[in-house]
Nanobody, 117 residues
Framework: VQLQASGGGLVQAGGSLRLSCAAP???????????MGWYRQAPGKQRELVAT???????NYGDSVKGRFTISRDNSKKTVSLQMNSLKPDDTAVYYC?????????WGQGTLVTVSS
């Protein structure tokens, strides 16, 4: 699996952004066998979970984003998206797309999200 993330940028607090991650060169069945997710890493902090989603749509969110962020996936298009609403300056970080299958994990290149106050 190879992942291509996009959609980061600069937004004011309270605004919204949508991140997308594609796996264009991946066989659909392989994509479907992965739990897809988004993680983020702020300067000086450890990488943390944002959200994950299984093939059949079961989601899991980090406590800091519950109620504000929504993860979704389109298995036919081999994409996963993260809709981020009510953004806060604390959401500023590099966001990484992730594909996990068993003990194996693949990371995308990261996309920077900056939330100004």
């Amino acid at each position: 699996v190879q992942l291509q993330a996009s959609g980061g940028g600069l937004v004011q607090a309270g605004g919204s952004l949508r991140l997308s991650c594609a796996a264009p060169g991946t066989i659909t069945s392989v994509f479907n066998s992965n739990i897809m997710g988004w993680y983020r890493q702020a300067p000086g902090k450890q990488r943390e979970l944002v959200a994950t989603i299984t093939f059949n749509g079961i989601t899991n969110y980090g406590d800091s984003v519950k109620g504000r962020f929504t993860i979704s996936r389109d298995n036919s298009k081999k994409t996963v998206s993260l809709q981020m609403n009510s953004l806060k300056p604390d959401d500023t970080a590099v966001y990484y797309c992730n594909a996990k299958r068993g003990l194996s994990a693949v990371w995308g290149q990261g996309t920077l999200v900056t939330v100004s106050s």
